[in-house]
T-cell receptor, first 114, second 116 residues
Framework: AQSVTQPDIHITVSEGASLELRCNYS??????LFWYVQSPGQGLQLLLK??????LVQGIKGFEAEFKRSQSSFNLRKPSVHWSDAAEYFC????????????FGTGTRLTIIP | EAGVTQFPSHSVIEKGQTVTLRCDPI?????LYWYRRVMGKEIKFLLH????????ESGMPNNRFLAERTGGTYSTLKVQPAELEDSGVYFC??????????????FGPGTRLLVL
């Protein structure tokens, strides 16, 4: 069965600093990987996704993620965070091809300090 | 284009009562999913509709939960009778059917259910 681990429950960074959120997955075949963000009072918004091809994926709001098969990781990065990036971030894996349900990690809450 | 909408946004009920959650997917999306997040835990899959048919209901916790999608448009999720452990945030998501990989699920804002 597929699973996702987000080892960091809560991360605090200073505004303008770089950010990396960790995600490790377990899946037997080629995974379909997603990062979603949930801002306070909002629903889940897709930041980026990886299906195939270039392992460095660009997303919205200046985020990127890199798929590393050898490490079973799909870490999310941003070179310089803004106060508006404070939110909860979820990594998810899907099997695709008729089995599209997503398996999520427990989420990482990001706090930005001035 | 309107996104996925859910109603109500919040619901507080007593143990033993019935609650019905509604989800309106993005127009034209055949796939509809229900997920749930219990406080402090991960978001978990409940079930998947393709149009009006249940494609996968492996995540439904027990027979107190009943999901329907009449006519393949909006969906309801009924909990009867509600128990304390049913508290959490219920998310709905929808997506278009695609012939290969590339499906993206669009999520609603969720319904926050509190059972007292």
């Amino acid at each position: 069965a597929q699973s996702v681990t987000q080892p960091d429950i809560h991360i605090t960074v200073s505004e303008g600093a770089s950010l990396e959120l960790r995600c490790n997955y377990s899946y037997g075949a080629t995974p379909y990987l997603f990062w979603y963000v949930q801002s306070p009072g909002q629903g889940l918004q897709l930041l980026l996704k990886y299906f195939s091809g270039d392992t460095l994926v660009q997303g919205i709001k200046g985020f990127e993620a890199e798929f590393k098969r050898s490490q079973s990781s799909f870490n999310l990065r941003k070179p310089s965070v803004h106060w508006s990036d404070a939110a909860e971030y979820f990594c998810a894996v899907g099997a695709g091809f008729g089995n599209e349900k997503l398996t999520f990690g427990t989420g990482t809450r990001l706090t930005i300090i001035p | 284009e309107a996104g996925v909408t859910q109603f109500p946004s919040h619901s507080v009920i007593e143990k033993g009562q019935t609650v019905t959650l509604r989800c309106d997917p993005i127009s034209g999306h055949d796939n509809l999913y229900w997920y749930r997040r219990v406080m402090g835990k991960e978001i978990k899959f409940l079930l998947h509709f393709v149009k009006e048919s249940k494609q996968d209901e492996s995540g439904m916790p027990n027979n107190r939960f009943l999901a329907e999608r009449t006519g393949g448009t909006y969906s309801t999720l009924k909990v009867q009778p509600a128990e304390l452990e049913d508290s959490g945030v219920y998310f709905c998501a929808s997506s278009q059917r695609v012939s290969g990989p590339g499906e993206t699920q669009y999520f609603g804002p969720g319904t926050r259910l509190l059972v007292l």
